[in-house]
């Protein structure tokens, strides 16, 4: 009976480890997903880039200018999305809103995803990916603090941490970010973070040779002027839940943290496309100021 009993944990232990490892590796499988649309169905002019990202990794995208603008906006998507989409919807009216606003974008396909290569890395490398998109706008004449960047989930957890390399950005907009990895496991899965975590970090390292350790948006969040930071959260997202805006907010009490009710992870623009949209121009204007143009300049947006 005792020989059983060890089989029967020695089972249990290796379903765990095993179980932990599949969903480590199906949580950072690449998948491209082409757009299915794109910014001339909107009437907006645009630019199909290349740009390198960390290891050499070719990160495509669309560059959309605004005549005469002196703001720019870099938008990150999610993991599983690409620069078309928010949320599972079409990212177009919120870059629409942004040219309008006179901020050029850059919507990029984040490693991994879309049309992107490389492997994702939970926000590891993709900050250092969003750091070489950052460079991309300074050679096109908009320094650091004509920047801000906008980033969902994966997206949101990689422009906090080039943030606190670059906290002389513009602004950081950030919905749906989680705390850290370690948090996450912990406030999701109480019950097993002292076997889970250990795992996790073990899975990462081997599958994408990444310490999830060093993934720490809190701590990135905490060295930011927080005036120019906004943090998004849906009520019903499991973050949410576990008290994620708390946590972030205390980090960094300076930071504009809004929980839309009713919204599941990164779905707050789903819900309201077009108010999702004006808050984010206004905390932009407030966060970077709102430049005057050029005198004669115009908008980039083709008539329909």
Request: with cysteine; aromatic share 6%.
């Amino acid at each position: 009976m005792l020989r059983l009993g060890k089989v029967v944990l020695g089972v249990g232990l290796a379903s765990v480890f095993f179980a932990v490892g599949a969903e480590v590796f199906m949580i950072s499988r690449p998948f491209e997903k082409a757009p299915g649309v794109s910014p001339g169905d909107v009437g907006l002019a645009y630019e199909d880039v290349v740009i390198d990202g960390a290891g050499g990794v070719e990160l495509r995208g669309w560059l959309l200018p605004a005549r005469g603008a002196r703001r720019s906006v870099i938008l990150a998507p999610a993991g599983g999305e690409n620069r078309a989409e928010i949320g599972g919807d079409t990212s177009l009216p919120l870059i629409r809103k942004l040219v309008e606003h006179g901020f050029t974008v850059l919507a990029l396909d984040m490693r991994g995803y879309g049309l992107s290569g490389g492997r994702p890395t939970w926000g590891f490398l993709e900050s250092n990916d969003l750091e070489s998109a950052v460079r991309f706008m300074n050679a096109r004449g908009y320094p650091n603090e004509a920047v801000a960047v906008v980033g969902f989930s994966i997206g949101g957890v990689a422009a906090l941490r080039l943030a606190g390399r670059l906290p002389e950005l513009g602004a950081v907009v950030a919905d749906g970010a989680l705390p850290s990895v370690r948090w996450t496991v912990r406030a999701v899965l109480p019950c097993c973070d002292a076997a889970i975590s250990p795992l996790v970090r073990l899975w990462a390292r081997v599958l994408l040779g990444v310490d999830v350790d060093e993934i720490q948006p809190v701590e990135d969040l905490a060295r930011l002027d927080g005036r120019r930071v906004m943090l998004v959260y849906g009520s019903e997202d499991e973050l949410a839940k576990a008290g994620a805006p708390a946590v972030m907010q205390a980090a960094n009490p300076q930071a504009t943290v809004v929980v839309v009710p009713g919204a599941r992870h990164i779905q707050a623009y789903r819900i309201n496309p077009e108010a999702y949209g004006e808050r984010l121009v206004r905390f932009l204007d407030d966060a970077m100021g709102r430049p005057l143009a050029p005198e004669g300049a115009g908008s980039s947006v083709r008539p329909r």
